[in-house]
């Protein structure tokens, strides 16, 4: 398995700021995915964050929304632009780690609500 | 789009075993079938995870038909901490790296005392 971090837990947002959500895995990983889970829904992928280059964004995300960095194999941050309620969901960072077997494993979640 | 197809929700005793079924007709022959669940509040947690052969672990095991279109997780002695949605995710795997994972809407099972 792999230990996740994931920083804030939890956040009551004003609208219109911004948030950065910050993920930090034990060891080295492969590959690192950002989600969101809206309430009473399941999973949708927003992007791969890619060390050293720009995240690959899924249809319907883009960079100027939720901007990612990877500056090392065990860390990454997404960030949450001019929030609107909309944007309420538990952002959750995943990750494959080095000779896991492909295996994906995924952080407790970020809970933002945006006021 | 998810490749699987789910119940949307299931009961199950405590103590039973509980048995989640998966259709995934259009699996490819590199494709394998994951499986997640997702407790309240909390990130998904993985299970399990087979090709073509059926698996067992600690947590549960995965039969597979014959033809890969379907498969079912089976929680052999369920209990309430069992309670959750259990999703079912076909995933390719590529020689230069992992294919992400596209969550349907999974099945939410209800372990009942």
Known sequence: SAVISQKPSRDICQRGTSLTIQCQVDSQVTMMFWYRQQPGQSLTLIATANQGSEATYESGFVIDKFPISRPNLTFSTLTVSNMSPEDSSIYLCSVQKLYSGNTIYFGEGSWLTVV | ?113
């Open chain 2, 1 to 113: 789009d998810a490749k699987t197809t789910q119940p949307p929700s299931m009961d199950c005793a405590e103590g039973r075993a509980a048995n989640l079924p998966c259709n995934h007709s259009t699996i490819s022959g590199n494709e394998y079938v994951y499986w997640y669940r997702q407790i309240h509040s909390q990130g998904p947690q993985y299970i399990i995870h087979g090709l073509k052969n059926n698996e067992t672990n600690e947590m549960a095991s995965l039969i597979i038909t014959e033809d890969r279109k379907s498969s079912t997780l089976i929680l052999p002695h369920a209990t309430l901490r069992d309670t959750a949605v259990y999703y079912c995710i076909v995933r390719g795997v590529l020689i230069q790296g992992a294919q992400k994972l596209v969550f349907g809407q999974g099945t939410r099972l209800t372990i009942n005392p």
